[in-house]
């Protein structure tokens, strides 16, 4: 488990942490990059929305579930409560120039990752994250 703060200058720590846990998984090397990819967007929006005025806590565990062969990644921080998956996806369909801005991110996580959830629960937004392997 990792905890620390919801400052964008943690971004590097929190990558080095997800890809130590899961290194040894045996996880495809493309498979490891999406899941990365997937906590750099969450934890980039923790630290850009999720605090009124300065940095917070943030707490990120990481490994896999033997029994349904999956990698489990849960996101808690006690910043602002927001549910990332109330957005609608974007349009893609839309020019780039004209799209609104925001959105895209989780939608990439949605579309990599197998599950994603959220619940707010004693004070924190929790996103739980899994990847089938």
Do not use: H, W
Request: with cysteine; glycine share 8%; hydrophobic share 40%.
């Amino acid at each position: 488990m990792l905890e620390t703060t919801s400052e964008m200058s943690n971004l590097s720590q929190v990558k080095a942490f997800i890809c130590a846990e899961l290194e040894t998984t045996g996880l495809a090397k493309d498979v490891l990059q999406q899941i990365r990819m997937a906590v750099e967007e969450i934890f980039v929006n923790i630290s850009e929305y999720g605090y009124d005025i300065s940095a917070g806590p943030v707490t990120i565990s990481a490994g896999t579930d033997g029994e349904s062969s999956a990698v489990l990644v849960k996101i808690a921080d006690s910043g602002l409560p927001f549910d990332p998956l109330e957005n609608k996806s974007p349009d893609l369909t839309v020019p780039i120039a004209q799209r609104r801005k925001g959105g895209l991110g989780i939608f990439i996580v949605r579309r990599v990752l197998d599950e994603v959830s959220y619940e707010y629960k004693d004070g924190q937004n929790i996103l739980t994250m899994i990847k089938y392997i």
